[in-house]
């Protein structure tokens, strides 16, 4: 069974710190995809990053970074210098890449808030 | 360029009632997955279909179908709905055949009351 975790309920910082969002994932899958979607106050999930077992590449994207670690299981999503709008739900989600499927799995996700 | 349509974006019903909701996914997009998410809670898996047949089965409470249409558009049929059953659900969509992620329409909120 998959499982996604991630244990930071709620984060708060302040305005342009640094912030860095933990995710740790459990699956039997030796391919699988990891996500990161944002879901501010208005509900919408927002997708931000996908990223599949073989490739363990860190990525970059403009303030948001990730870093995989498949040795620990691990997906973090970092966000420099943070802002008021980066305030939001973050949710952690894994998919098995099995048939037609792409059933996420989430994890309970971690409510950051920025301050200004 | 076009994203996942659902309707409505509120509804409120009464205990007992019946609810219809619809999703229509990204044009040439084969497979629309259902999720339901509970205040402060996680997006739950409920139900998804290939090519107009069920792909897979999360936790849907017999209350509840689906089906894909013939025009790949989805509808959630609700019954007896209860209080518990207010939530955001969500409707996603992708190509099985393209190695991309499930697009997310914007969610509708039924509220029971």
């Known amino acids: 069974a998959q499982k996604v975790t991630q244990a930071q309920t709620e984060i708060s910082v302040v305005e342009k710190e640094d912030v860095t969002l933990d995710c740790v994932y459990e699956?039997?899958?030796?391919?699988?995809?990891l996500f990161w979607y944002k879901q501010p106050p208005s509900g919408e999930l927002v997708f931000l990053i996908r990223r599949n077992s073989f490739d363990e590449q860190n990525e970059i994207s403009g303030r948001y970074s990730w870093n995989f670690q498949k040795s620990t299981s691990s997906f973090n999503f970092t966000i420099t210098a943070s802002q008021v709008v980066d305030s939001a739900v973050y949710f952690c989600a894994l998919s098995e890449a099995k048939g037609s499927a792409r059933q996420l799995t989430f994890g309970s996700g971690t409510q950051l808030t920025v301050l200004p | 360029a076009a994203g996942v349509i659902q309707s409505p974006r509120h509804l409120i019903k009464e205990k007992r009632e019946t609810a219809t909701l619809k999703c229509y996914p990204i044009?040439?997009?084969?497979?629309v997955y259902w999720y339901q998410q509970g205040p402060g809670q996680d997006p739950q898996f409920l139900i998804s279909f290939y090519e107009k047949m069920q792909s897979d089965k999360g936790s849907i409470p017999d209350r509840f179908s689906a089906q894909q249409f013939s025009d790949y558009h989805s509808e959630l049929n609700m019954s007896s709905l209860e209080l518990g059953d207010s939530a955001l659900y969500f409707c996603?969509?992708?190509?099985?055949?393209?190695?991309?992620?499930?697009?997310f329409g914007q969610g509708t909120r039924l509220t029971v009351v």
């Open positions: 996603a969509s992708s190509h099985d055949g393209s190695d991309t992620e499930a697009f």
């Open positions: 044009p040439r997009h084969d497979t």
């Open positions: 699956t039997r899958d030796t391919t699988y995809y």
